[in-house]
């Protein structure tokens, strides 16, 4: 075996998340690079584990693998000796989501599952959540992988990693539609693209083949990458991508085009959560068909194309030292000069059995990423301050710098109906 001992165990967190059968498809894909032992799927919630466990068990039998699959609501028997640590936990689940979207609209604010004063509450009851998960790794597998995609995948990444000694890589599947999009946009099939940013504020700031760079064709054109399809998008125009100088991810309409966002957010029907919670009963019923072994169309609807794709192949540049280069979140380490050390980034690494060695990126000139990145940063490192230490002055400090909060009195006044409305999801704060 490939120095990490003689089994290959991946546990899986939150694999009652419809999500899931993308992981296992993946897996299965990659059964001959990944010589699978037994894979565990951990949850919280009986029902969904029963159903999407259930689809699991038949896609690894119906693709022939000598695997023990073993499902539990045991954290700690899901993590003793596990090689891997896929993390795709959603505290609260969707019914939480939706008030994150929807407690900000009274107040004016965009109400988004990462980005601004929701996005910052999903960072309050998801931080703690996962450094216990990543505690108890410390004890039962501390020699394996954490491997997060929950959201806020870029804030949780950066409180692992400046609080706990676990190995760890944030995900995102936003880089690679980024990536297979523009490449397919331009017809650069094997275009070098460099990403520069943090998770869900991020650019690609070069496009690179057979030793010239396409960026300033791109920008002149207005190009833009492929949405996300959970985000309602109304694309960037050829202005703004040449005003910015670099081609943005659709997350950044969120801050580019904030009005329109909230009025678009404002008149909606259902919240982004809402629809979640229709498709999500939708699938665990095709799920619930036991002659069904394989990955239903209807999941790609959830805005999770590609995950697979992204996580497992991750596992397998790890697990086989492939020296692949892959999006992830890490510490910054030197990687760009304008960020601190211990800043977590998403970038370009070369990953491989010692994990991942950022790829650096040297004299970078654009200011207005730079000052950006900068800027919310600083609000990354206050979200964590909060979430770790249930300070309120660290949150108020952090939702003052948010670029889609700012407002001291309408911060502090939707703050105190968020924390109540999660109440029970937040045991690091002080209740009257």
């Known amino acids: 075996m490939r120095d990490m001992g003689t089994a290959l165990k991946i546990a899986i967190i939150g694999a009652g998340s419809t999500y899931t059968p993308e992981l296992m498809e993946g897996i299965i894909k990659r059964k001959d690079n990944l010589p699978l ?40 028997e899901a993590l003793q000796g596990a090689s ?14 939706v008030l994150d979207e929807k407690i ?34 410390e004890q039962l597998c501390p020699d394996a992988w954490l491997i997060n995609f929950s959201n806020p995948a870029g ?12 190995k760890m890589l944030g995900l995102c599947n936003v880089p690679y539609n980024m990536y297979k999009s523009i490449r397919e946009t331009l017809q650069l099939p094997n275009a ?52 910015v100088g670099a081609i943005p991810s659709s997350y950044m309409e969120y801050y580019y085009f904030k009005d ?5 957010l404002k008149d909606s029907e259902q919240s ?30 959830r805005g999770g194309a590609n995950y697979s794709e992204v996580a497992i192949s991750l596992v397998d540049a790890i697990y086989n030292d492939k020296q692949e280069v892959h999006v992830v979140n890490l510490l910054n380490g030197g990687a760009l000069d304008f960020m601190e050390h211990n800043d977590a980034i998403e970038v370009a690494a070369v990953i491989g059995k010692d994990g991942a060695k ?57 703050f105190r109906e968020l924390k109540e409305a999660h109440k029970e999801y937040l045991p690091q704060f002080k209740f009257e």
């Open 272 to 301: 982004r959560g809402e629809k979640c919670m229709d498709i999500e009963e939708e699938l665990l019923g095709i799920y619930s068909n036991a002659e069904l072994h394989e990955k239903p169309e209807l999941l790609a609807s």
């Open 192 to 243: 070098d693209l460099t990403y520069v940013g943090l998770n869900h504020l991020s650019w690609i700031t070069a496009i690179e083949q057979d030793g010239k760079d396409y960026l300033k064709d791109a920008l002149e054109m207005g190009l833009n990458s492929e949405a996300m399809k959970n985000i309602p998008s109304s694309g960037f125009s050829q202005e703004l991508v040449q005003l």
């Open 155 to 166: 804030i949780i990444t950066e409180a692992i990693l400046n609080h706990t000694n676990v």
């Open 104 to 137: 900000p609209l009274k107040y004016d604010l965009i109400g988004q599952e990462t980005c601004g004063i929701g996005g910052f509450f999903k960072a309050m009851r998801t931080i703690p959540v996962m450094l216990d998960i990543a505690k108890r790794m």
């Open 260 to 264: 329109k966002k909230l009025k678009l």
């Open 84 to 97: 891997f640590v896929l993390g795709q936990i959603r505290v609260g689940k969707l019914p939480a989501r």
């Open 358 to 414: 950022p790829l650096v990126i040297e004299d970078f000139d654009n200011r207005h990423i730079i000052d950006y990145m900068r800027m919310v940063k600083a609000y990354e490192r206050e979200t964590v301050a909060a979430a770790v230490e249930g300070s309120e002055e660290a949150a108020m400090r952090a939702l003052m710098m948010n670029p889609l909060v700012g407002d001291y009195n309408t911060a502090l006044a939707c």
């Open 37 to 76: 032992t037994e894979l565990v799927l951990m949850d919280i919630d009986a029902r969904k584990l029963e159903i999407v466990g259930g689809l699991c068990e038949r896609m690894v039998q119906a693709a022939g693998m000598n695997c023990k699959v073993v499902k539990t609501m045991e954290l700690d």
